[in-house]
């Protein structure tokens, strides 16, 4: 049961869109729960625990841009909570929510580059340089709006090589040896251990994306949709997140 179905978007919600009415609240259920990329790691833990502590009850995970799934949820996707990496993301999807939106965990952006550092970068400043190739993700994304917040802030003006669609792609970009560097967040860097080399960035830490998550007015099981929110809330969900690097909301 603890088999995770981490998919694109749009192939997980066709996948969905048979059996969503299927099973019973509390028996050969299944909830379909839409998150930010940069959850990954933690959801899969969380989603594991709440399928071992609901027998017959499964958890399908969506992971992709906040902005991509704010939008899948305004159009009725099949889905019964939805985690997004900043308010402002969680806000457009308003007309969908169920409930009010719930704080659960804070982020930072850091500089990674690949674990050679081919660009012998020693600062964030060292990006505004032709000769420095870097990636962020696209600015309808929490990730990309929090990059560029940060590049003016430090006056670079030197644009990226490619705008991704979630900071996964970016780490990828950069772990792949396609880039000299990639603005991720704090908890990517860690998840990416050796692979990686990371830098802090000049004000980052004034910059905190904070996460919220809220059940969806389709869910067709809005008690268990509202039984993982408060999973992702309570202490062990903490606990969960913090081990992986995030910060309080």
């Known amino acids: ?33 839409l998150a930010a990329a940069s959850l990954t790691g933690s959801f899969t833990e969380l989603a594991d625990a709440f399928e071992a502590a609901h027998p017959g009850v499964r958890v399908r995970l969506a992971f992709n841009s906040s902005a991509t799934l704010a ?19 969680m806000r457009s999807a308003e007309a969908a929510l ?19 550092n081919p660009a012998d970068l ?15 993700c696209v600015p309808t994304a929490p990730c990309g709006a929090a990059a560029d917040a940060l590049l003016t802030g430090s006056g670079i003006a030197a644009p990226p090589v490619s705008r991704e669609i979630d900071v996964k ?8 040896g396609e880039a000299d560097a990639g603005i991720v967040y704090a908890t990517d860097a860690r998840a990416a251990g050796t692979a990686v080399t990371t830098l802090e960035i000049p004000g980052a830490a004034t ?5 919220p998550i809220a059940t ?32 309080p909301p």
């Open 207 to 211: 910059r905190l994306t904070t996460y």
């Open 216 to 247: 969806l007015e389709q869910s067709t099981h809005p008690d268990l949709a509202r039984e993982f929110v408060e999973l992702v809330t309570s202490a062990t969900g903490q606990r969960t997140l913090r081990s992986a690097g995030f910060g």
């Open 71 to 89: 939008q899948q949820a305004v159009d009725g996707a099949p889905a019964d909570v939805l985690a997004t990496a900043d308010s402002a993301t």
């Open 169 to 176: 792609a970016v780490l990828a970009r950069v772990t792949e």
């Open 122 to 136: 020693t600062s964030f400043e060292g990006l505004d340089s032709a000769a420095v190739s870097y990636v962020t």
């Open 98 to 116: 169920a409930d009010e939106p719930r704080l659960f965990a804070s982020n930072t952006m850091v500089l990674v580059t690949p674990a050679d």
């Open 1 to 33: 049961m603890s088999r995770r179905h981490v998919t694109a978007v749009a192939a997980t919600l066709a996948m969905l869109l048979p059996t969503a009415a299927c099973g019973t609240q509390d028996e050969r259920a299944t909830i379909t729960v």
